[in-house]
DNA sequence: TGCAAATGGTTTCAGATGAAACCATGATGA
DNA sequence: TCATCATGGTTTCATCTGAAACCATTTGCA
């Protein structure tokens, strides 16, 4: 019998568990694209996510971007905080809705997103390129057909 | 004027970025486990991570655990300690090294366990229902490679 | 021996995070 | 017109988290 010693209670196997599998190999790869821009740029996973969206649909509001990006709104109104703290991102009040905020990439923003987008790219190139070709296309269409669809957002 | 393209810019597709969909299939997945027992057993991911090594192998040590479960030492100091308050988990002192501990679920612990795992288990399967058959087995493979292998063996 | 380095584990500090409360503005309806 | 509710966004609070400092014990080695 394998490694178990409590064959009685069928305990997990972590390491063939596809939802913790799933965690540790996001969290590596995240984090190692994340150690690369952060000490470079000094910038958070955040605020890169929430540049990354601004780069391809100008004139977001932050509940735009919340949605787009998966994350909430208090994230964004952080990371929009420190990224017009900085001047990577401009923000202007939409004319018809106060309540709106009007947001952009600045010169800044444009220059530390053409660093960084090459790079990240690499680093997913990198990933993959621990699979056989067709193990890449496979991982494409599974996360496809894994990604939340509708993405009720909160 | 249409929300602006910039392709000069290349612009990263986050929804088509691999290391992007991990995260969201992978905190997806894993909130949706964990809402499941933290509610039933004011469990968290962390606790549940230990006690499901400690199920596996008993006697381990708190940095034995810290390595199969990938977490650092101190998450697993301090889901350690709540354990062993909420009484899922005794603790000894190594007998030749009394630096160590000696770890193991107790009778309450393996009773969670024996709740929690089953229903950890469905989930996954859930998740992989998702997918054709053929992709299932793809996806195992894929992750097997994906996992950062440490050259230890267990 | 004795003392510096290494190791197992815990605590401290400082930043990240989410839920809920909050504020300002805008929409709705009597 | 006013009262009410909905919405965009920020702040507060309590929790979580990791890095580094820390303590106790063990190991390495002169």
């Known amino acids: 019998m394998p490694a178990g010693r409590h064959p009685d209670h069928a305990p997990l196997e972590l390491e063939r568990f596809v939802p913790y599998q799933l965690s540790i190999v996001s969290n590596t790869v995240s984090q190692a694209i994340a150690d690369d ?34 994350m909430d709104k208090v994230a964004v109104s952080r990371a929009l905080a420190r990224l017009v703290a900085a001047s990577r991102v401009r923000r202007h009040i939409h004319a018809d809705d106060k309540r ?55």
Do not use: C, N
Request: proline share 3%; net charge neutral.
């Open 100 to 154: 709106r905020s009007v947001l952009g990439l600045t010169a800044a923003g444009w220059k530390i997103h053409d660093e960084v987008a090459p790079m990240a790219r690499l680093r997913e190139r990198e990933l993959l390129a621990r699979l056989a070709p067709e193990e890449q296309v496979w991982l494409t269409r599974i996360l496809d057909k894994l990604m939340p669809q509708d993405g009720r957002e909160g």
């Open 37 to 70: 821009y952060q000490a470079r740029h000094d910038l958070g996973v955040t605020e890169w996510r929430v540049m990354a969206v601004l780069a391809r649909f100008d004139g977001l509001s932050a509940r735009e971007v919340a949605e787009r990006t998966a």
